[in-house]
């Protein structure tokens, strides 16, 4: 199932093709969501369509969402209990990009911690519809990741959910890389 697998501190991030609504093992997944909060394509279609319709009632309040910002709810009928929204930017149009992606994956690290979420599952979030090259927002996440690592005291686990092949292939090779220089520091 796990393609990579990468310890910082305390940490391990895995990397596995799949289905973020399949993650039956985490405490929380991580929804790509638009600002609305709504339903819609991708990942937000995915998890709308299997949480049900409680999880758009649920989200109402919290709209709209911010370029960076995260917001979680519970996990409705999913197996996990709890959904953190983020909104990722759309590439070439929200500026700073890479500080706004950077921002969800703390935010929603952040939200995880508070909750004393133990286990956690991403998707690439702004790579599909939102135009971001997946190369580049997985040096962002990872590189993000390892920033705030230390300060983590109850995820334990963190795992990216790439859709295709060619989306894990790129995240592995990414963090073997991004391991090879921080070893070498």
Known sequence: MCA?????DKVTIECIKGDITNQNDVKAIVNAANSRL??????????HEKAGPGLEQECKPYA???????????????????????????CGLDHPEDELLASCYK??????????????????????NFGFPLDHAANVAFTTIK???????YIRLIRFVLFSQHAL?????????????????
């Open 4 to 8: 990579v697998k990468k310890f910082i």
């Open 64 to 90: 709209p969402l911010k370029a960076g910002e995260a917001v979680i709810t519970t996990g409705q009928k999913l197996p996990n209990n709890y959904i953190i929204h983020c909104l990722g930017p759309v």
């Open 147 to 153: 920033e705030i690592s230390k300060d983590l005291k």
């Open 107 to 128: 935010e929603a690290l952040k939200l995880a911690e508070s909750y004393h979420i133990t286990s956690i599952a991403f998707p690439s979030i702004s790579t599909g």
């Open 38 to 47: 709504g339903p819609g394509g991708g990942v937000a279609g995915a998890i």
């Open 169 to 185: 292939d790129v995240h592995k090779r990414v963090l073997e890389d991004l391991f090879k220089s921080w070893n070498k520091s």
